[in-house]
């Protein structure tokens, strides 16, 4: 069965630096999220991705966050200068149409 | 707005017993969907079931049930026959109808299930 991959599983990276968060969507899907979850705490979402622009963004999504397709399989979040409240699970996700999302197994961050 | 509300936070329950996890969810749209997922210890997240809101018909999958009653908003879940395997946290989620809408969650319900 298809299923959204994420790389890395875990990264760790000092406050300030740049961190780029790897997903491959379902290959025939057409829409894509990111999602976090700081520990304990709910998902959130961050921002819907399709046709190549941005859908709709949260309120955490700032200037320091980017999302990009930059070929026909990845699907990243760049956070240009970590913060230590940045530390969180990030979850992408893939869907085809108004069905149910399908979330990667996710990428726990950890900014020291 | 819409707006997720699951008041258990925690339950605990004896391995066999049933629990129900509730779900309580606000919105204006009139066409929406509504959804559980399980996170098991190890963080993923698992797709459990999708409702739709014109769709009231309660639906069982083996051990597990869901009520959903527009009336009230309220879509809750429950377990028959507990198992130790089903302790996770539980999120019921909605989105609103439309191709890339966003999932809203609820802050989710941690089950323990014990021998």
């Known amino acids: 069965e298809p299923e959204v991959t994420q790389t890395p599983s875990h990264q760790v990276t000092q406050m300030g630096q740049e961190v780029i968060l790897r997903c491959v969507p379902i290959?025939?899907?057409?829409?894509f999220y990111w999602y976090r979850q700081i520990l304990g705490q709910k998902v959130e979402f961050l921002v819907s991705f399709y046709n190549n622009e941005i859908s709709e963004k949260s309120e955490i999504f700032d200037d320091q966050f980017s999302v990009e397709r930059p070929d026909g399989s990845n699907f990243t979040l760049k956070i240009r200068s970590t913060k230590l409240e940045d530390s969180a699970m990030y979850f992408c996700?893939?869907?085809?149409?108004?069905?149910?999302?399908?979330f990667g197994p996710g990428t726990r961050l950890t900014v020291t | 707005a819409q707006k997720v509300t699951q008041a258990q936070t925690e339950i605990s329950v004896v391995e066999k017993e049933d629990v129900t996890l509730d779900c309580v969810y606000e919105t204006r749209d009139t066409t929406y969907y509504l959804f559980w997922y399980k996170q098991p210890p190890s963080g993923e997240l698992v797709f459990l079931i999708r409702?739709?809101?014109?769709?009231?018909q309660n639906e069982i999958s083996g051990r597990y049930s869901w009520n959903f009653q527009k009336s009230t908003s309220s879509f809750n879940f429950t377990i028959t026959a507990s198992q130790v395997v089903d302790s996770a946290v539980y999120f019921c989620a909605q989105r609103r109808a439309g191709t890339a809408s966003k999932l809203t969650f609820g802050t989710g319900t941690r089950l323990q299930v014990t021998l």
């Open positions: 409702r739709n809101s014109f769709d009231e």
């Open positions: 996700a893939s869907s085809d149409s108004t069905w149910g999302q399908y």
């Open positions: 290959s025939n899907h057409l829409y």
